[in-house]
């Protein structure tokens, strides 16, 4: 099984593990599942980083870097589909990051790692 982590799901499994919630932190340490990050979520943290929103230890590109491979997670290339989905889902959710990675989930018919509802909402299979 693939697991595709919100942003939250990352910046937690690298920086507070203690804010997953116990199924999450089980499926994470499940060495069957493949962790994954869309480039939303990327783009989403340089951008919250850059504009005050959120603290890293080093420039974005240097932590989310070292993140990735300490984590383990494969980066998946978005591709138009995705984009195209994303402008399709119904407006139940303004943050455009989320609509990305719902997306992305749906696309590829990928796990979400996530706290957050509108990724239900929006029919992902979601896991917490």
Not at 92 to 104: G, N, S, T, V, Y
Request: charged share 25%; aromatic share 8%.
């Amino acid at each position: 099984m693939t697991l595709l982590l919100d942003t939250c799901a990352f910046i937690w499994l690298a920086s507070a593990p203690e804010h997953l919630g116990a199924r999450a932190a089980k499926a994470l340490d499940d060495p069957a599942k493949e962790r994954t990050l869309s480039l939303a979520s990327v783009w989403e943290i340089t951008l919250k980083h850059h504009t005050g929103k959120l603290p890293l230890p080093s420039p974005p590109e240097i932590w989310i870097e070292e993140q990735i491979r300490l984590q383990d997670i494969t980066v998946l290339p978005l591709q138009r589909e995705v984009l195209y989905l994303s402008g399709n889902l119904p407006k139940l959710h303004k943050d455009p990051f989320d609509r990305l990675i719902a997306a992305e989930a749906l696309h590829r018919r990928l796990r979400v790692l996530s706290p957050d509802e509108p990724f239900v909402q929006y029919g992902c299979d979601v896991h917490w």
